[in-house]
């Protein structure tokens, strides 16, 4: 620990040292809130009320809980610059619009904050400097970033279990391992996989996935290709409530005058602005034009407009269809985006099992689904649902059984040249696979339960929570249990995620080393898939990149299911697996009590120590 301590007090004398040589000092600029009352409150009433930084971030989802507070989860982009910076200044954005101070974060089991460091730099800019030079670097996340750059009365809190943190990371070096070779030998056998599906699915079921695979589809599209489908073969889904709610607003939004509704709208700002309104005609409509296809946002905006306009003693009845797309808005707000997912889900499964009429085609299906699983596990994108959903099925699926199943179908139709080795990598990594995906659960409850224990503590109602993406879902379910209101960002990349940075930072403590997996965690401004109004925003309840499985496959929890309840484990292959699996011990890592590099900056660095001062002279 002393000695971690003292390397990364090195790391900023020598930075400082540089900078000193380079730069004179400069006082760092004041900053003011300049806000009359208090929103943040407001915000606590009614979170529908909150405005999402829109020029860094992507608002997915707000909903309202019953005990009065509010929390911004932003999903945190990790070791993405881009990311990070959009992070930082989308919590820019909040703390001045909102006044908001908390913030809590993982990677850290207490306070977290950077405030006495940033005392004792001799300047501001060298402080900037240095502070840039580490979020470049991966050392620190945007928040830490803010905080050392900005003049915010922030609070960084640290919300993990720390004994359960670090058996993550040890888990997650297990896991990250085997990942390349496990994501490679995926890769081919999905390849065989697809070239099986080519000659025993019919042809709509080949174009839905092509048109899934296209990154120039997106949700809505999909969505009507799966009622196109369902309604030609004579596939009943009026059992699923939700489809039937999406179906029925794209109805009504067909008979929307969108020409006259922003005509009205243009009027009503102009109006509230002559009436003494703070913001501009010109201001707004920005707004506007950033929320496009954010219906979320679009909500959230309209009811603020509404509100000034009312305390402005303006008659909204005379913006006939502005108020229709207002409420048409609400209908869609009042969405369960979760339940459409996994209606959805369940839709394409009974949708599937219908024109799949064979046995073998059948459980063709079952293994693409249970395939396109571990790959989003492998790739760190998994749920806490999902995870539980692989957990029931795994028993079904020994790679040796559904290997089998696929070769011999392989042979049958003359693909001899594209069978697949048998390798141990898929039954090997199942057991980090199960320990580091059961730690994340375990995480979440730690991380709830030490939320409340600090809002308490300081009192707050509001406060911004930061975690990575596969938090979310699981977290979701836990705020409303609480009853809490919640808004879900998730900031702007502009580029891919190093994740062999990331990792390098993150397992430091444990001497793992790992290969270079390129992702993107946020929302990307640069991949050119303009998705649509509705896809916008019912892509962003959908944490992962593969398929998502709801808990159930049509009317129960595995996807053997789809097979009519056939045995998996002989009807796969020659030979029947039992379920004992052959694991090899390998020793546990040694994790030391050191905080892993890039955590959290401020469990490195004791202020109370004279040596620390260094850093901040020549």
């Known amino acids: 620990m002393k000695h971690s301590r003292l390397k990364k007090i090195g790391a900023l004398c020598l930075v400082f040292s540089f900078l000193m040589a380079e730069l004179s000092y400069s006082a760092p600029p004041s900053e003011g809130f300049g806000v009359a009352q208090k929103p943040i409150e407001l915000l606590s009433q009614d979170p529908t009320r909150f405005e999402a930084p829109l020029d860094f971030s992507a608002l997915k989802e707000i909903h309202k809980g019953t005990n009065g507070t509010f929390i911004i989860h932003i999903q945190d982009a990790h070791s993405n610059l881009s990311g990070q910076q959009n992070l930082a200044d989308a919590l820019d954005f909040i703390m001045s619009k909102y006044e908001v101070s908390l913030v809590l974060v993982e990677g850290s089991s207490k306070e977290a904050t950077l405030t006495p460091i940033k005392e004792l730099a001799p300047s501001a800019e060298i402080r900037k400097r240095v502070a840039k030079s580490f979020l470049i670097q991966g050392k620190i996340a945007g928040e830490e970033y803010l905080n050392l750059v900005s003049d915010h009365p922030m609070k960084i809190m640290g919300i993990e279990d720390k004994s359960l943190y670090f058996k993550s990371i040890e888990n997650y070096g297990l896991l990250a391992d085997k990942r390349e070779a496990v994501l490679s030998y995926l890769k081919i056998i999905q390849t065989a996989l697809d070239k099986i599906k080519q000659k025993l699915y019919p042809s709509e079921l080949l174009n839905y996935e092509k048109q899934n695979r296209d990154k120039g589809a997106g949700f809505e599209s999909n969505f009507k290709e799966l009622l196109t489908i369902s309604q030609n073969k004579n596939i009943d889904l009026n059992d699923f409530p939700n489809i039937q709610k999406l179906s029925a607003l794209q109805e009504k ?366």
């Open 253 to 618: 939004e067909k008979n929307i005058d969108f020409n006259a509704a922003n005509l009205e709208q243009a009027a009503l700002i102009e109006e509230i602005g002559q009436k003494g309104g703070k913001e501009n005609l010109e201001s707004q409509l920005k707004k506007m034009g950033q929320m496009k296809n954010q219906k979320v946002s679009q909500f959230a905006f309209f009811q603020n407009t509404f509100n000034m306009a009312q305390d402005k003693g303006i008659q909204l009845s005379k913006y006939s269809n502005l108020i229709s797309y207002g409420d048409y808005l609400k209908e869609f707000s009042n969405v369960d985006l979760d339940q459409v997912l996994d209606e959805l889900l369940k839709a394409e499964d009974r949708i599937y099992a219908s024109l799949l009429t064979d046995k073998d085609s059948r459980l063709v299906r079952s293994v693409d689904r249970y395939l396109k699983l571990l790959n989003t596990a492998y790739n760190i994108q998994m749920s806490t649902k999902d995870f539980k959903f692989f957990e029931d099925n795994e028993p079904d699926f020994a790679a040796v059984s559904y290997l089998a199943f696929i070769n011999r179908k392989l042979a049958e139709l003359g693909y001899f040249e594209d069978f697949v080795p048998y390798k141990n990598l898929l039954d090997e990594g199942k057991k980090a696979l199960v320990n580091f995906y059961g730690s994340v659960d375990k995480r979440d409850l730690a991380f709830i339960q030490n939320t409340g224990r600090i809002l308490k503590e300081e009192n707050q109602k509001v406060a911004v929570l930061i975690s990575g993406g596969y938090h979310t879902s699981h977290l979701k379910n836990l705020f409303k249990d609480q009853g809490y209101s919640y808004a879900v960002l998730t900031p702007v990349v502009t580029s891919e995620t190093n994740q062999q940075k990331y990792e390098k930072l993150l397992l430091s403590a444990i001497g793992k080393e790992t290969k270079t997996v390129q992702a993107v965690q946020g929302e990307s401004k640069t991949n050119n898939r303009p998705l649509s109004a509705l896809g916008k925003d019912l892509v962003g309840t959908k944490k992962t990149e593969g398929v998502k499985v709801p808990e159930t496959a049509m009317n129960g929890s595995r996807l053997a299911d789809l097979t009519e309840n056939l045995n998996i484990s002989s009807a796969l292959g020659s030979r029947v697996v039992q379920g004992i699996m052959q694991r090899a011990d390998n020793p546990p890592f040694i994790v030391n009590e050191k905080v892993p590099v890039g955590a959290r900056m401020a469990e490195h660095i004791n202020v109370a120590n004279p040596l620390d001062k260094i850093c901040w002279q020549f």
